[in-house]
Nanobody, 116 residues
Framework: QVQVQESGPGLVKPSQTLSLTCTVS??????????WRWIRQSPGKGLEWIGT???????YYSPSLKSRTSISRDTSKNQFTLQLTSVTPEDTAAYYC????????WGQGTQVTVSS
């Protein structure tokens, strides 16, 4: 069974870069046809897709966040990471990693607050 777990700082200052890591267990991030995503949910809002990295390393980003987003991976550690630059309080949200592999898997989420 695939498990995904987010990690990273819970507080980021405005204008800084938010960096989160998703550690995957129970399956490889290079499993053919698998997709690995970052999704967030701001207070009072619905789920927002941030971006995806595929099993082959291809990346796809939300048009509204593309200019500030980078998703990368470390296959040796079976991890993928999110970097979101120039954050503002609008980026305060619960951030989730999500896997679509043999089935769909969600991390428990990590709360990130952008505040000085």
């Amino acid at each position: 069974q695939v498990q995904v777990q987010e990690s990273g700082p819970g507080l980021v200052k405005p204008s800084q870069t938010l960096s989160l890591t998703c550690t995957v267990s129970g399956g490889s991030i290079t499993i053919r046809e698998s997709m690995w995503r970052w999704i967030r949910q701001s207070p009072g809002k619905g789920l927002e897709w941030i971006g995806t990295i595929s099993y082959s390393g291809s990346t796809y980003y939300s048009p509204s966040l593309k200019s500030r987003t980078s998703i990368s991976r470390d296959t040796s550690k079976n991890q993928f990471t999110l970097q979101l630059t120039s954050v503002t309080p609008e980026d305060t949200a619960a951030y989730y990693c999500h896997a679509a592999a043999t089935s769909v898997y969600w991390g428990q989420g990590t709360q990130v607050t952008v505040s000085s």
